[in-house]
């Protein structure tokens, strides 16, 4: 069979689960040759990344392959790739296989996977020490190496809150949104 036709691929992500995905689309190719059986769709990814001592690495993930079936005349044909990495380059080659149980031509296609925060284990790593300076109460944070495989990191925002005597964590709202936030400096002029 000739290649499948208008072979698109689009990478997805839900902020909410933090899952990641890739959906995949094609045509049925012009030149069929025969009646087609089943597709063949196989995703690659390649993701460019510094490490937590700062090196660059490079990561190609094993191809995952599928078979779809080909039982109806739909002119789309789809399938989904689930649980994929942030922060990666995906690839996608799609062929339609007629009786001859032979891939005809190829057609492919290529997204690239939103970067993402650093997941919980990464976070983690970050830990309060409380100290005294000159007989004045202090904290300090000192940054952990991390890791940029889910997307470069720019910048750190530490968000320290104050609380009455008493309070804990449960008094907090639930959304942040309803926490005024004040800068350093604007603390520390009053």
């Not at 689009?10 to 045509?27: A, E, G, H, L, T």
């Not at 990344?49 to 190609?60: A, L």
């Not at 689930?82 to 149980?101: E, I, P």
């Amino acid at each position: 069979a000739g290649p499948p036709q208008q072979v698109h691929v689009s990478c997805r992500s839900d902020n909410i689960s933090s899952m990641n995905w890739v959906d995949v689309r094609w045509q049925p190719p012009k030149h069929k040759n025969g009646i087609i059986e089943y597709y063949n769709i196989e995703l690659s990814g390649r993701a460019r990344f510094k490490d937590e001592n700062g090196k660059t690495t490079v990561i190609s993930t094993s191809p995952q392959t599928k078979t779809e079936d080909s039982p109806d005349n739909s002119t789309v044909k789809m399938t989904r790739f689930d649980f994929l990495d942030a922060n990666t380059n995906y690839s996608v080659r799609v062929c339609a296989v007629t009786g001859s149980k032979e891939c005809g031509g190829w057609s492919s296609d290529a997204c690239t996977m939103a970067p993402r925060p650093p997941l919980e284990p990464e976070l983690a790593k970050f830990n309060w020490i409380a100290e005294e300076r000159e007989e004045k109460p202090m904290f300090r944070l000192p940054i952990p190496k991390i890791s940029g495989r889910n997307g470069a990191i720019c910048c750190l925002r530490v968000i320290m809150i104050k609380m009455k005597t008493g309070e804990s964590i449960s008094n907090l709202p639930l959304d942040a949104a309803g926490i005024k936030l004040t800068t350093y400096s604007d603390v520390h002029s009053e």
